[in-house]
T-cell receptor, first 113, second 107 residues
Framework: DVKVTQSSRYLVKRTGEKVFLECVQD?????MFWYRQDPGLGLRLIYF???????EKGDIPEGYSVSREKKERFSLILESASTNQTSMYLC????????????FGSGTRLTVV | GQNIDQPTEMTATEGAIVQINCTYQ??????LFWYQQHAGEAPTFLSY????GLEEKGRFSSFLSRSKGYSYLLLKELQMKDSASYLC????????FGAGTTVTVRA
C-alpha cells in the first residue's frame, strides 16, 4: 500500500514563527498536494506539485509556500505563522497512472498561539 | 470556479439506509470521489465514478449523473461504525471538496 507520512501529528507554534510541515510518500507518485481542513469549510487546496521543483497555487495559497526538491518529499512552509492558520493540514499524493487514486496522510493539527 | 454542495448533517438509525446527495458546478471534470473520514483521522477512499450510473461496493453504492452535475452515496444496513463525515470531491487534475456531510447513526 502507498504510504503518505506527515512528520508531526500535533504542533504548537507561536505567532510569527516560521513553520515547516513535512510530507513524504513512498510510491514514486508524481503529484503531491497540501490541504487544510476547517469545520464547515471542508478541505481546501493550498498548493500542489506535479513534479520535482514544480509547484502551483491552489485555492488559498496566501501566507504559505512549498518546496519540492525530491520527488518523495513535499514541504509546506508558513513564513510567519498567524492564529488564523490554526487548522488540520493534510498531505496527499497520487500517480498519473491507474484509477486516479489519492492517498492521504494522517494529518498535522497545527495550533498557532 | 468550483461549487460543490452537500448537506451538513444527517441522522439515521442502525440498520437503515441513508442517501447523501452531492451537486457540483465545476470548471472541469474527470470523475467524482467519495471519501469517509472519522473524527481526527485521514479521509479514506470509498468510491470513484467516472461514467454515469451506479457503482455498488458491498453496503456502499455511488451514483453519478454528469449531465445533471449530481451524485449520491448510498449507505445500506447502517452500522454504528458508519458514523463519520462523508466527503464528495470532484477530480479535475486536483481534488476539490464539498464541506462534508456528518452522518450520525443512532442505536
Amino acid at each position: 500500500d502507498v504510504k503518505v507520512t506527515q512528520s508531526s501529528r500535533y504542533l504548537v507554534k507561536r505567532t510569527g514563527e516560521k513553520v515547516f510541515l513535512e510530507c513524504v510518500q513512498d510510491m514514486d507518485h508524481e503529484n503531491m498536494f497540501w490541504y487544510r481542513q476547517d469545520p464547515g469549510l471542508g478541505l481546501r487546496l493550498i498548493y500542489f506539485s506535479y513534479d520535482v521543483k514544480m509547484k502551483e497555487k491552489g485555492d488559498i495559497p496566501e501566507g504559505y509556500s512549498v518546496s519540492r526538491e525530491k520527488k518523495e518529499r513535499f514541504s509546506l512552509i508558513l513564513e510567519s505563522a498567524s492564529t488564523n492558520q490554526t487548522s488540520m493540514y493534510l498531505c496527499a499524493s497520487r500517480t498519473y497512472q491507474g484509477a486516479d487514486g489519492y492517498t492521504f496522510g494522517s494529518g498535522t493539527r497545527l495550533t498557532v498561539v | 470556479g468550483q461549487n460543490i454542495d452537500q448537506p451538513t448533517e444527517m441522522t439515521a438509525t442502525e440498520g437503515a439506509i441513508v442517501q447523501i446527495n452531492c451537486t457540483y458546478q465545476t470548471s472541469g471534470f474527470n470523475g467524482l470521489f467519495w471519501y469517509q473520514q472519522h473524527a481526527g483521522e485521514a479521509p479514506t477512499f470509498l468510491s470513484y465514478n467516472v461514467l454515469d450510473g451506479l457503482e455498488e461496493k458491498g453496503r456502499f453504492s455511488s451514483f453519478l449523473s454528469r449531465s445533471k452535475g449530481y451524485s449520491y452515496l448510498l449507505l445500506k444496513e447502517l452500522q454504528m461504525k458508519d458514523s463519520a463525515s462523508y466527503l464528495c470531491a470532484v477530480n479535475d487534475y486536483k481534488l476539490s471538496f464539498g464541506a462534508g456531510t456528518t452522518v450520525t447513526v443512532r442505536a
